[in-house]
């Protein structure tokens, strides 16, 4: 499966997906993003900072058998997730809301986040769409592709003359 390192603006980044240096260098990139978006740009409030730019993590594992992606969504109810597949595109969407409320003596404080998200994955051909499986639990959803018949590899013995 290839995937490949997008921008903000759209456009594939020219660095190749891979290596050490590679992620080192992405992650410092959302660092900073992360930064200088946050309670300065106004898209985040100070108590819940960077909370206008939710978008999931997500782990992909390919296995002989299936495919296997991992989205951690802490406070997200999972009747608010949407999953489906269109072609072979795998599209995970929703909804994050998250109410606190707190008080004591001479103050009450209440914040509240609302936000929407969507993460779409490429499928390779070998998926088969019509067997695809998620599981919520304890805030990370466990999507399983079941690969077609025909993608798992098979072992050929190999005789002696």
């Not at 299936?66 to 489906?84: C, F, M, N, Q, Y």
């Not at 509240?112 to 070998?126: D, Y």
Request: hydrophobic share 35%.
């Amino acid at each position: 499966m290839n995937i490949i390192p997008w921008n903000k603006n759209g456009s594939s980044t020219s660095r190749t997906a891979g290596g050490p240096l590679d992620m080192l260098h992405r992650e410092m990139d959302r660092v900073f993003d992360r930064f200088f978006d946050g309670p300065w740009g106004g898209t985040a409030s100070l108590a819940a900072p960077f909370a206008g730019d939710f978008a999931p993590p997500l782990d992909i594992a390919e296995g002989d058998k299936e495919i296997t992606v991992r989205a951690e969504l802490p406070g997200v109810d999972p009747s608010r997730i949407e999953l489906k597949v269109v072609g072979d595109v795998l599209t995970l969407s929703g909804t994050k809301e998250d109410q606190r409320e707190d008080s004591g003596e001479g103050f009450y404080r209440s914040e509240r986040v609302f936000g929407s998200f969507s993460r779409s994955i490429v499928l390779p051909e070998s998926v088969d769409p019509d067997r695809v499986n998620a599981e919520f639990r304890n805030g990370v959803l466990n999507v399983r592709m079941t690969k077609k018949p025909t993608a798992v590899p098979r072992k050929i013995a190999v005789k002696s003359a």
